[in-house]
């Protein structure tokens, strides 16, 4: 059986690793990867055919392909990783260590 998860399921699930200061600049995106086409919050991801693209403060950072195969857990826990580099490497949090945090 595969995961079916929309685009406004996913940012739930994400928000949490952003602070609300980082918030209130953030924008996020799902895009399609083949050609940039963004999804929106009632399209269902495409396992391996999406990822996310995000701004904070004037930063720009995104995830790998969004893989669905292992579960919802362990896609989340993969952008959270992503997520954790970009930050680590801005200004605003520059060497940061956020840790995972279990959304499942």
């Known amino acids: 059986m595969s ?3 929309s685009v406004a399921d996913l940012m739930r699930l994400l928000d949490p690793m952003f602070t609300p200061r980082e918030r ?3 924008t ?3 895009e399609q990867i083949a050609d940039g086409h963004e999804l929106f919050d009632s399209d269902i991801i495409e396992s391996g055919s999406t990822w996310l693209r995000w ?3 004037g930063e720009d ?3 790998g392909s969004l893989q669905l195969a292992q579960g919802t857990r362990e896609m989340v826990l993969s952008v959270q990783s992503d997520l954790q580099d970009f930050l680590a490497e801005t200004t605003f949090a520059w060497g940061e260590l956020r840790e ?3 959304l499942a």
């Open 3 to 5: 995961t079916l998860l």
């Open 24 to 26: 209130k600049t953030l």
């Open 28 to 30: 996020v995106r799902v």
């Open 55 to 57: 701004a904070v403060f």
């Open 61 to 63: 950072g995104g995830s």
């Open 100 to 102: 995972p945090k279990d």
